[in-house]
């Protein structure tokens, strides 16, 4: 404020704080007054109104005067904090602060008067309020160290002390029935048993109701009864040397099972820690598990052993114990056709084959029609069927004792044995798409892969890859005809020659000799790939360019018809044809040099006229007398050369070509001219000739047909007799058949109805059992349970009377029965009444006892 205002009027419960700034001291004015302000002084706070704190609150004033003189001196309790409660209206000392205090937390400052002032803190029943001591003090004449923390019960009010911090409100654990509370020990305590608890301690608490915790007990969690069933139990585990509630010392570490045999329900212990609930294991009909490391009677797991349990049966898995493979499985059912292969773990005595006794490693196989369970000591390595084989097809074997690997052909159905298996046969990729184009691989003669598709063998037609063939399933390859197919075995270094048509068997160490050949035209090399040899007769096209010996350069095309000159029988003959790989390509390179080296001593002119008989010559030559001859003979692979055809002879050079087509175009059409008049002349001559034999075929056709036509009528006669006999005797076996087939099924119907009567009959029974069973149990359970409510509430009841007969006290009741009656006294006695009877006239009062007190004496009641 201003010094300028001299005057300050100071209102009803308004104060003010005036500095002196000669001495530095502030003091303290309180209303109502008019306050002259000198020049010296100085207003540093207020007009300000006074604190009033109401009923059942209290605020907090920080830095207390401990002394004070108006003008003289002012002391304060620095860091100290007072507690006013209800009372008159009060100032603030300069040098004092309002503090505000959250809910359970720290104060701080502030100057709203209005938040500073706070409802004393309200403890409601079974809660508590967590107080921590800041300070050494005195509580009811004991001394409380700083640090200490306790709590006050409700239900009560708080009266907050600067000495304490109110930490927390500690609301009650309820505890409904049928759970039990888990509490532990934060450090050294006495639980509200008193009972002594050391550091982590852990208690249950089963009684329902509202628990409320100690200063130093902490609370787990709320865990739940179990209600246990026939087909659950409870897989325990002791967590320290205890005794069970069943009477059984249990050391830390052990584990056991709980079923409903031994208690119905399941209430958690300390020491116990549940570890899962475990479902009874059903083995139906036709079913088996093996349990490893089974319990033995010691209570102990047998480590390393199995126990065999068939259907039909039902059982908990132990602790430690499990089932193999996880899960239950089914018995081996085999058919005529299937069997299994087993082997033996263990020394143990087959009862199945007489009490032949088996060694760990020894293996067999037992074939169906059978359902088998294997022992223990019995591995089942795999199951087989019956291959079945037709003609042509097989399958590779290997005998895993020796190695040896052979191929079995059909027509049979053949298993393996217990030392065979099923050998894949790996081919070389190029085999392989041989094999899918039918035995012949290119692009550039259309002819011969055309030839080859006939022998694509139906494995390959599905997907056109060779990825669906089965590589245990023997390789073939149908041989076309006209060809022959090596094969060789490079195990035993041999070779053999299948003449087509055949089906070539692949043995398990053998394999296709591939050919490559020359194609197009000209030839390439290795342009088609290919397993057959064309035997022929075939004929090759070749394109060659020859120079006369006037350097005309001509092309020439070519077709030379050939064969293989073979004789079957002869070892030495059949292999002689495959000495040349490349049959094509060699044969066109040995005839165009010949030709080549003809042409090049023949002028233009005579090749152009003598064309055929130059090359003629050039590929077969003549013999001494100057014939030609009629074929050419390759010793070294017996290919022969039948004939040559010359498809068409051009110049390389244009102009020559031109001329030529002009000269040849003109020869074409003089001679095309006589032809066509010498044609139409024939073709008048047989239009004649064919016109008279066309009459006379059409009058010896009429002639035919009606001969036909009454072997027509005389044929649907004889049909009609036939139709009519038949159809009536199709009709009688058809009915007795029908009557055959109607009561064989009313049999089956019956018997089937019958099995099915039967075995809902069965169900139902079953199903009834169990239905009564779990009815009964639910029922004694709802018994005990209603039986323990009944229990609960009557001790609820009863402590609840003895608590308010405590509380109220037995010199209260009895005054509170006697003040009814005297009341009553002194009103009469007030009333000058010495003897009265009251009575609402209708019950009976017997008067002649109390005659005379009512007459002569006097009465006070």
Not at 80 to 104: C, M, N, T, W
Not at 448 to 454: P, R, T
Request: contains cysteine; glycine residues 8%; aromatic residues 6%.
């Amino acid at each position: 404020m201003s010094n300028t205002n001299s005057l300050v009027g100071i209102s009803p419960r308004q104060f003010i704080h005036v500095l002196d700034m000669n001495t530095n001291i502030t003091r303290l004015e309180v209303g109502p007054k008019t306050f002259h302000l000198q020049t010296n002084e100085k207003i540093v706070r207020g007009p300000a109104p006074m604190i009033c704190v109401p009923p059942g609150s209290f605020c907090l004033i920080l830095n207390p005067v401990r002394e004070y003189e108006a003008g003289v001196k002012c002391e304060l309790n620095l860091g100290q904090i007072a507690v006013k409660l209800h009372g008159d209206p009060f100032p603030l000392y300069p040098g004092e602060e309002l503090q505000r205090v959250p809910d359970f937390g720290k104060a701080s400052k502030t100057n709203d008067y209005k938040s500073a002032i706070q409802r004393l803190p309200v403890i409601p029943a079974k809660c508590a309020l967590r107080l921590r001591a800041l300070q050494d003090h005195r509580s009811q004449g004991i001394l409380v160290p700083a640090g200490h923390v306790w709590q006050e019960e409700g239900p009560k009010v708080y009266v907050p002390r600067p000495e304490v911090e109110i930490e927390e409100l500690i609301q009650p654990t309820i505890i409904k029935t049928g759970e039990v509370l888990r509490m532990k020990a934060i450090q050294d305590t006495i639980d509200q048993n008193g009972k002594k608890r050391v550091t982590g301690d852990e208690w249950l608490i089963r009684e329902p109701g509202a628990y409320l915790r100690g200063v130093w007990e902490e609370v787990v969690g709320i865990e739940m009864n179990i209600t246990l069933t026939a087909e659950v139990g409870l897989h325990l585990k002791a967590t320290q040397n205890i005794v069970d509630f069943l009477g059984k010392p249990r050391d830390a570490g052990d584990e056991w099972l709980l079923t409903r045999e031994e208690i119905e329900e399941y209430s958690p212990q300390v020491g116990i820690e549940m570890v899962k609930t475990v479902k009874k294991l059903v083995v139906k009909k036709g079913q088996y598990a093996v349990i490893k490391d089974p319990v033995g009677p010691d209570g102990k797991n047998q480590l390393g052993t199995r126990v065999l349990r068939t259907g039909l049966c039902s059982f908990f898995l132990q602790p430690g114990e499990s089932i193999e493979d996880g899960k239950i499985k089914n018995a081996s059912i085999l058919t005529a056709e299937e069997s299994i292969v087993l082997q033996a773990t263990e020394v143990f005595t087959d009862t199945m084959y007489k009490g032949m006794k088996r060694r760990p490693g020894d293996k067999w196989m037992i074939r169906g029609p059978l359902s088998y369970i294997p022992p223990t000591s019995v591995e089942v390595i795999k199951r087989r069927k019956t291959i079945p084989l037709s003609k042509n097809e097989g399958v590779y074997v290997q005998n895993t004792k020796t190695g040896k690997v052979r191929a079995v052909m059909g027509p049979q159905a053949y298993m393996l044995t217990a030392d065979e298996e099923l050998w894949e046969k790996v081919l070389s990729p190029e085999t392989e798409e041989l094999l899918i184009q039918g035995g012949g691989l290119g692009s550039v003669d259309i002819r011969k892969v055309a030839y080859f598709e006939q022998s694509i063998d139906p494995v390959y037609l599905q997907d056109g890859s060779g990825a669906g063939r089965d590589k245990s399933r023997v390789v073939t390859f149908r041989c076309p005809g006209s060809t022959a197919v090596k094969v060789n075995n490079h195990q035993l270094k041999t070779s053999r020659v299948v003449f087509g048509p055949d089906l070539v068997v692949l043995g398990p160490d053998e394999n296709f000799n591939v050919l490559s050949l020359s194609a197009g035209k000209p030839k390439r090399s290795n342009a088609l790939k290919s397993l057959c040899l064309m035997l022929g007769p075939d004929f090759i096209t070749e394109v060659m360019e020859v120079e006369t010996s006037d350097h005309a350069r001509l092309r020439l095309q070519v077709a030379f018809n050939n064969f293989f000159e073979v004789d079957r029988t002869d070892e030495e003959s059949v292999k002689k044809i495959f000495q040349v790989p490349d049959f094509i390509g060699f044969a066109c390179r040995q005839l165009g040099s010949r030709i080549r080296a003809s042409v090049a001593l023949t002028p233009f002119d005579d090749f152009h006229k003598h064309s055929a008989r130059i090359i003629q010559l050039a590929v077969f030559g003549e013999d001494k007398t100057g014939k030609l001859l009629p074929r050419l003979k390759f010793d070294v692979n017996n290919l022969v050369i039948s004939s040559i055809d010359i498809q068409n002879i051009e110049p390389v050079d244009t102009k020559m070509r031109d001329s030529l087509m002009k000269s040849v175009q003109l020869a074409i059409e003089i001679s095309t001219k006589s032809v066509e008049a010498s044609a139409e002349h024939e073709a008048n001559r047989r239009e004649q000739i064919a016109k008279g034999q066309l009459e006379r075929q059409r009058l010896l056709n009429e002639v035919e047909a009606e001969k036909e036509r009454a072997r027509l009528y005389e044929l649907r006669a004889e049909a009609a007799a036939v139709e009519s006999t038949g159809q009536a005797k199709a009709e009688a076996q058809a009915e007795a058949e029908k009557t055959l087939i109607e009561c064989q099924s009313e049999i089956t119907a019956a018997t089937l109805k019958a099995q099915a009567e039967e075995i809902e009959h069965y169900s139902k029974l079953e199903t009834q059992s169990m239905l009564r069973s779990s009815e009964m149990a639910y029922k004694r359970r709802m018994m005990e349970l209603e039986v323990h409510k009944q229990k609960s509430n009557a001790q609820i009841e009863v402590s609840k009377f003895a608590q308010m007969v405590g509380t109220i006290g037995s010199t209260t009741l009895t005054k509170i029965a006697q003040a009814g009656p005297r009341m009553k006294l002194n009103m009469l006695t007030a009333l000058g009444m010495e003897s009265v009877l009251l009575t609402d006239g209708s019950s009976p009062i017997n008067l002649f006892n109390t005659a005379e007190g009512l007459i002569g004496g006097r009465s006070s009641t």
